[in-house]
């Protein structure tokens, strides 16, 4: 049978569930809301510093052990204004951006904040690749990456 000959029928999952965030999401989410921390792990083999942190290095295949302090500062890798609706997502506009903080190797996606973003032409002159940004936490923090976000230095 040809793929236009199938039926496609219309559908919608609505699923509520708790996500285990193991040993290693648990420690990551409790300094951040706890100590308003954000930790990394070091590749014992490789020596990259894994931000968000992984129980495995998925280049080397082999336990991370050594937790680091992160910095608070760091510089935008990529970003997405967002301006339609998303289901589970605040309301538009907002901007996410994969941010390098200093003492990372690796990147971390979080919500970017404290900048006008009615207007994309000078949002996008603000928000740039290469941007150094500040992280910001939340006064009532719960354990969730929701705890902290970017700000435009
Ligand atoms: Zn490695």
Known sequence: MNEEDLIFIP????LKFHHAAGETGTRFFKAIME????????CPKCK????????????????????MKIGSEGTIQAFTIVYEKFEGL???????AYVLLDGANTAMANFVKGIDLSDIKKAFKRIKIGAKVQVAFRKKRQGR?????????
Request: net charge neutral; proline share 10%.
């Open 48 to 67: 990259r510093v894994l931000l968000p942190p992984r129980s495995f290095c998925e280049r080397c295949f082999v336990e991370t052990t050594e937790w």
């Open 90 to 96: 605040p309301d538009p506009p907002y901007a996410i």
């Open 11 to 14: 559908q919608r999952w609505d």
């Open 35 to 42: 100590q308003k921390e954000i930790l990394g792990k070091k």
């Open 145 to 153: 990456i929701t705890d902290f976000w970017y700000e435009l230095k």
